[in-house]
């Protein structure tokens, strides 16, 4: 809870601050502690189950990535190390054993034809993936924002404009997203 101190005394030079009043002004003496955004949604998580195993796994997967490459250099594989031990010419370079080369040294196995290690491929891949996930969050906001504020500031025509490309957008998103994978 916040206070403020108000001045003491009505001489000249400086104010000194009152001490904080432990009365409340409101009648009953309640007093009622703030609570900040932060702490009211902290407050929901823990009382979504869901929402809390979520959050641990996207800790866990961003945890992962950023240390990629202390948990590959455990295995001793890089993502682009071929392990050609681990691949049996003889079968195709199909990976030794009945379930994909799965290892001490190959925790998800080889990939077949390459000797790939598939561990290192997939945490490597994991920060890939998180790049673009938060790159296209950042970008498609930072666009939102300056087209909001574009119709905002320009009113009239440029609204209404702006207003019904992102009607029909919204209207028709799978085929805007289609259109632009177009060759």
Sequence with gaps: MTTQH?????????ALPAEPSTQDPRPGGTVVAGR??????????RRDKVTLAALVATLLFIAVALLAP?????????????????I?????????????????????GVEPGTGYDLFARVVYGLRTSLYVGFA??????????VAGLAARYFGGWVDSLLSRV??????F???????????
Aim: hydrophobic share 40%.
């Design 6 to 14: 108000q001045p003491v005394g009505t001489g000249g030079g400086t």
């Design 173 to 183: 998103p799978t085929s805007f997203d289609a259109s632009w994978q177009r060759p």
């Design 70 to 86: 202390v948990l590959t250099a455990v295995t001793g594989w890089g993502p682009i190390t071929p392990d050609n031990r681990a």
């Design 166 to 171: 992102m009607d029909v957008m919204l209207a």
């Design 88 to 108: 049996n010419p003889d079968t195709g370079n199909f990976p030794y054993g009945s379930l994909g080369g799965i290892s001490a040294q190959h925790p998800l």
């Design 136 to 145: 296209s969050a950042v970008l498609s906001t930072a666009v939102g924002v």
């Design 36 to 45: 900040s955004p932060a702490r009211m949604a902290w407050k929901r998580i």
